[in-house]
């Protein structure tokens, strides 16, 4: 098993990853990392600063989605006394506080055109323009980039300088998704598990095979971190010993179906009658067959023999649900 710190694998692809983050932390270039929403690029981003020369240093995270477009200028560069009317003093932007850190600046592609040629010479030269101020400043800030958009889509459609890019993606750090990472699925989520259990001081869930299943079959739309909301939020929930596959939310469960069994029936809170379930299915396949006894029995999964086992087992009850139509072609086999 590969491992960085906090991050897990056992698929061989991601471990590759990981050796190259283990590489890559110890230069001093940008690096864009791309990969769908929820894959772990703001962790990636910590090993990369983490295992870098700057580690002593700040270490500042920036979602560029998350602030308006008007307020990040001063953010990132700060602004000087009488830039603003309630400004006193010189207030002191991401790029100074961070000297000789990391700065990791997320959904990247969210960026204004402006500040992407602003940011670009940051890069560049290290320079940049306090709001307000004709004195350039400089800084020693490595950047991080991270975007779960398509950067070549976004500089065709005019909204991503193409120069930028190229500065950003010195290194490109490509993230899996966790369908992807098949191997990991149980990995990570026992893992979350006892983290969650220790974290809120509860006695770890165990864990039935059949959960296991149905979440390695699962999508993960929201990849890692949807598997780690999972974890906690059944530690917290749920109070029995052991987690099986009723207790965990039904959307996890649909795909599972070719995996753990010809199809699932969730067993209702208060139980249920199953000569009555059987009873249906059968009057359902005998219905649907038309007098067809093979395809009756194929619907089923059964054989000709334990077909006709079944519908003597039932006899009058049987032909009482069964339709005028269906109980002509059947009876025969009843009485």
């Known amino acids: 098993m590969a491992t960085i710190k906090e991050i897990f694998t056992k698929d061989a692809k991601f471990a590759q990853i990981l050796r ?25 981003a910590e090993m990369l600063f983490k295992q870098s020369q700057r580690a002593g ?15 990040l200028e001063p953010i990132l560069f700060g602004y000087v006394k009488g830039a603003y009317t309630d400004a006193l003093d010189d207030t002191q932007g991401i790029i100074e506080a961070t000297h000789k850190g990391t700065l990791f600046l997320d959904e990247i592609n969210s960026l204004p055109l402006a500040m992407q040629a602003k940011l670009l010479r940051v890069i560049e030269t290290g320079e940049y323009l306090p709001v307000g101020s004709v004195t350039q400043r400089k800084a020693d800030v490595r950047i991080i980039a991270a975007t779960n958009a398509s950067i070549p889509l976004a500089i065709e459609q005019g909204e991503f300088r193409a120069d930028l890019y190229f500065r950003l993606s010195v290194f490109t750090i490509d993230l899996p998704p966790l369908r992807e990472r098949h191997a990991d699925i149980r990995l990570l989520f026992t893992h979350y598990l006892n983290f969650f259990a220790s974290k809120y001081n509860v006695r770890c869930l165990d864990v039935k095979e ?43 469960k649909k795909y599972q179906i070719n995996t753990i069994a010809p199809l699932y029936f969730e067993l209702p809170e208060f139980g249920c009658d199953l000569l009555k379930v059987e009873l249906s299915l059968l009057c ?11 395809r009756a029995a194929n619907l089923l999964g059964l054989t000709r023999h334990t077909l006709y086992y079944r519908i003597k087992k039932f006899g009058q009850n049987l032909l009482v649900v069964l339709s005028e139509k269906s109980r002509l072609q059947y009876q025969h086999l009843i009485v």
Do not use: M
Request: charge should be negative.
């Open 284 to 294: 359902q396949a005998l219905e649907n067959a038309e007098g067809n006894i093979n």
């Open 57 to 71: 240093h700040t270490f500042t995270l920036l979602n560029c989605a998350a602030i308006s477009p008007e307020l």
């Open 210 to 252: 059949e959960v296991l299943l149905a979440l390695e079959s699962y999508p993960w739309p929201g990849n890692i971190r949807e598997l780690r909301n999972l974890a906690e939020n059944l530690t917290i929930f749920h109070r029995k010993r052991t987690l099986s596959l009723p207790h965990i939310p039904s959307r996890y």
């Open 20 to 44: 190259q983050v283990k590489i890559i932390a110890t230069t001093d270039a940008s690096v864009l990392i791309t990969g769908e929403t929820g894959t772990g690029k703001e962790s990636i």
